[in-house]
C-alpha cells in the first residue's frame, strides 16, 4: 500500500506549493475573517487529494 | 494517465507564466471582455485579506485542480486520448466554477474564464508544469485586483 501511494516528485513539489501558497493563506484569512471564497477552496483542495488518493489506489 | 505536477525547469516555466499574465494584462487593455471573476470577498476583511486570496490561494487551487488533476482524471474515466477535447471540458467547468463560485456574469465566465483556461492548458502541456499557469493567474488576478482596489489618481 505504501509503495502505491508513493508519489512522484513532480506531485509533491505542485502539493508543497499548493500548500505553502493556498493552504495556510487560505487558513490564516478564514481564521482572522469568514468568507465564503475560503470554504470553496478548501473544498476544492480536499477534492484534488481525494483524486490524487483515487488514481495512486487505482480506483480511476 | 498522470497528474501534472512542477517540473525541474523552473526558470524557463516561470519566466513562460510571467510572460503569458502579461499577455493576458494587455488583452485585458484591448478589451475590457478578458476579465476573470475575482473570489467573492466581502470588502470589509480588508485589502491585505484580499490580495492573499486573490493573487495566492486562488491561482494556486484552481490550478492546481484544472490544469494539474483534472485532465487527467477525465482522460482516465474516458479512455480516450484526444487531448483537446479534455483541454475544451477542463476549461469549460474552469468558466463553470467561475460562473458558479464567484456569481460573476455568464459573458464573463464563457468569455474570459474559457479562453483563458484554454490558454492555461496549452501551456501546461506543452511545460509539463502547472507553475506556469499559476503565474499566469497570479499575475492576472493581481492586476484585476489593483484596478478594482487601488485608486491611481486619475491614471
Known sequence: MSRKLKLNQDTVRALRLMIVVGVLPTLWVLINTNFYAGMVYLILGGVIVLLILMERLGVV | ?155
Do not use: C
Open chain 2, 1 to 155: 494517465m498522470g497528474f501534472v505536477g512542477i517540473d525541474r525547469n523552473y526558470k524557463q516555466d516561470a519566466f513562460i507564466g510571467l510572460t503569458a499574465g502579461i499577455g493576458f494584462v494587455v488583452l485585458n487593455k484591448v478589451s475590457a471582455q478578458f476579465v476573470l471573476g475575482l473570489p467573492a470577498i466581502a470588502l470589509s476583511v480588508g485589502q491585505l485579506s484580499q490580495f492573499v486570496v486573490t493573487a495566492m490561494a486562488a491561482p494556486a487551487f484552481e490550478e492546481t485542480f484544472f490544469r494539474g488533476v483534472l485532465p487527467g482524471t477525465l482522460q482516465s474515466l474516458f479512455h480516450n486520448k484526444t487531448w483537446w477535447l479534455f483541454n475544451i471540458a477542463q476549461a469549460t467547468l474552469f468558466a463553470l466554477f467561475h460562473y458558479a463560485a464567484y456569481g460573476v456574469g455568464f459573458q464573463t465566465a464563457f468569455v474570459g474564464a474559457f479562453l483563458f483556461g484554454l490558454v492555461a492548458g496549452l501551456i501546461t502541456k506543452y511545460t509539463n508544469s502547472i507553475l506556469p499557469s499559476i503565474l499566469m493567474h497570479s499575475v492576472f488576478n493581481s492586476y484585476l485586483w489593483l484596478m478594482s482596489n487601488v485608486s491611481f489618481g486619475g491614471i
